[in-house]
């Protein structure tokens, strides 16, 4: 990214411009459309909407389609969410149930995974039809991944609009860009993956009703108005090329294994490995919880040892409460006091794990009684 900006090759001008550079830039941000609908297998099936990240992206679409119900069909939507997805998603289910919509949170079990039949059914004694569903591909405080196949099901019996916050996809999992046509909306945001912070996109299937978010001068077929943010959109294509390049799901997940063992040969029963035994996990979190070790005071000792780990999701660290997610997942206060999630590069080889290791051991060392 750093050679691209050296050759001063990106599109300064305003791609709504008629004149040579306007014309450059547009082009430069077409190249980039092509690319992401390509490489994430949804060119025949959906569009693509710009945006400055997942925050506004999941905005846009949760409110735009329950606006749209609203003022087309004159009926509210069910909503159904995780009380594990990010809280962007959560705060939302909150507006809408105030707004007259219904909110319903899906059923977690402790290892953070989900079963499809009641859920279908559930939705099915409701209103399909009008059925929205927010369903989290890789969590980002825990790591459990939910496979898309089983949103296909869900969809191909109900009929329920699903979108994807596929956020914590892209260098945590193998399979993050095998996306399926049949899902109605995917968002991700740019920084997760190594593009610049504050932009972001959204898939969404060609031809569905849905109100803007941010309405002006109409940019991007009226779906998201406002100058694009050109130079952050080539750093899309830049960063998931680099990714595509270098990303090695396999080394990535054994330095992650090998690290959690030495974590609990270590600790022994004063550890827990939250979602340890969940169906499907991801290759670069471990969220743990060192028992009786209040997680804002491990978290200050690493910071002090020059280790980051983080006690919340990133945007509610810093809040002393019990973590949410956690409880959610049926942890008493106690243990969700203590959480420390450690999030990991796609990089991350078995030198480094080791290195990380024998860092945080340290750390842990002093909090072990
Ligand atoms: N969804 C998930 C799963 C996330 O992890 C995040 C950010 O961490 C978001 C949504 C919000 O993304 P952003 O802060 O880039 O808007």
Same mark, same amino acid.
């Given at each position: 990214?750093?050679?691209?900006?050296?050759?001063?090759? $990106?599109?300064?001008?305003?791609?709504?411009?008629?004149?040579?550079?306007?014309?450059?830039?547009?082009?430069?941000?077409?190249?980039?459309?092509?690319?992401?609908?390509?490489?994430?297998?949804?060119?025949?099936?959906?569009?693509?909407?710009?945006?400055?990240?997942?925050? *506004?992206g999941i905005?846009?679409i949760l409110?735009?389609l329950?606006?749209?119900?609203?003022?087309? %069909?004159?009926?509210?939507?069910?909503?159904?969410y995780?009380?594990?997805?990010?809280?962007?998603v959560?705060?939302?289910?909150? @507006?809408?149930?105030?707004?007259?919509?219904?909110?319903?949170?899906?059923?977690?079990?402790?290892?953070?995974?989900?079963?499809?039949?009641?859920?279908?059914?559930?939705?099915?004694?409701?209103?399909?039809?009008?059925?929205i569903i927010n369903y989290? $591909?890789?969590?980002?405080?825990?790591?459990?991944?939910?496979?898309?196949?089983?949103a @296909?099901?869900?969809?191909?019996?109900?009929?329920?609009f699903i979108h994807v916050d596929a956020?914590?996809?892209?260098?945590?999992?193998?399979?993050?860009?095998?996306?399926?046509?049949?899902l109605d909306a995917y968002t991700?945001?740019?920084?997760?993956?190594?593009?610049?912070?504050?932009?972001?996109?959204t898939?969404i299937?060609?031809?569905?009703?849905?109100?803007?978010?941010?309405?002006?001068?109409?940019? %991007?077929?009226?779906?998201?108005?406002?100058?694009?943010?050109?130079?952050?959109?080539?750093?899309?294509?830049?960063?998931?090329?680099?990714?595509?390049?270098?990303?090695?799901? @396999? @080394?990535?997940?054994?330095?992650?294994?090998?690290?959690?063992?030495?974590?609990?040969?270590?600790?022994?029963?004063?550890?827990?490995?939250?979602? *340890?035994?969940?169906?499907?996990?991801?290759?670069?979190?471990?969220?743990?919880?060192?028992?009786?070790?209040?997680?804002?005071?491990?978290?200050?000792?690493?910071?002090?040892?020059?280790?980051?780990?983080?006690?919340?999701?990133?945007?509610?660290?810093?809040?002393?409460?019990?973590?949410?997610?956690?409880?959610?997942?049926? $942890?008493? *206060?106690?243990?969700?006091?203590?959480?420390?999630?450690?999030?990991?590069?796609?990089?991350?080889? %078995?030198?480094?794990?080791? *290195?990380?290791?024998?860092?945080?051991?340290?750390?842990?060392?002093?909090?072990?009684?």
């Open positions: 990214m750093i050679e691209w900006l050296k050759q001063g090759d $990106f599109a300064f001008a305003n791609p709504s411009s008629l004149h040579a550079s306007g014309r450059k830039a547009k082009k430069q941000l077409h190249e980039v459309q092509d690319y992401l609908l390509t490489s994430f297998g949804l060119k025949d099936s959906h569009e693509i909407i710009f945006h400055s990240g997942a925050t *506004e905005n846009m409110r735009g329950s606006q749209c119900s609203l003022q087309n %069909q004159k009926a509210p939507v069910q909503f159904f995780a009380p594990t997805d990010h809280s962007v959560t705060v939302l289910a909150e @507006e809408l149930s105030q707004q007259g919509h219904h909110s319903f949170p899906i059923l977690v079990d402790h290892q953070g995974d989900f079963s499809e039949e009641p859920l279908i059914n559930q939705i099915k004694a409701n209103n399909p039809t009008r059925t989290t $591909f890789v969590n980002n405080e825990t790591g459990v991944v939910w496979p898309l196949e089983l @296909e099901k869900i969809k191909k019996e109900t009929g329920a956020v914590q996809a892209p260098g945590k999992i193998s399979n993050y860009d095998q996306l399926s046509p049949e991700f945001s740019g920084h997760k993956f190594g593009a610049l912070k504050g932009i972001g996109f898939f299937k060609k031809g569905l009703p849905c109100i803007p978010l941010i309405k002006g001068g109409g940019q %991007q077929k009226g779906w998201r108005s406002g100058t694009e943010n050109t130079f952050g959109i080539y750093s899309l294509k830049l960063a998931l090329e680099e990714l595509k390049k270098n990303f090695d799901f @396999e @080394e990535l997940l054994q330095a992650k294994l090998s690290l959690e063992t030495q974590l609990k040969n270590f600790l022994g029963d004063r550890l827990i490995i939250v979602a *340890e035994k969940a169906k499907w996990r991801n290759a670069n979190t471990i969220t743990l919880i060192l028992k009786n070790a209040k997680s804002d005071l491990v978290q200050a000792a690493c910071d002090m040892s020059g280790i980051e780990v983080s006690s919340g999701s990133a945007c509610s660290s810093g809040s002393m409460n019990p973590n949410r997610v956690l409880m959610a997942m049926g $942890f008493d *206060e106690a243990c969700a006091r203590c959480g420390l999630r450690l999030s990991f590069s796609p990089y991350l080889n %078995q030198r480094q794990a080791e *290195e990380y290791f024998q860092g945080l051991s340290k750390v842990f060392a002093k909090f072990k009684n």
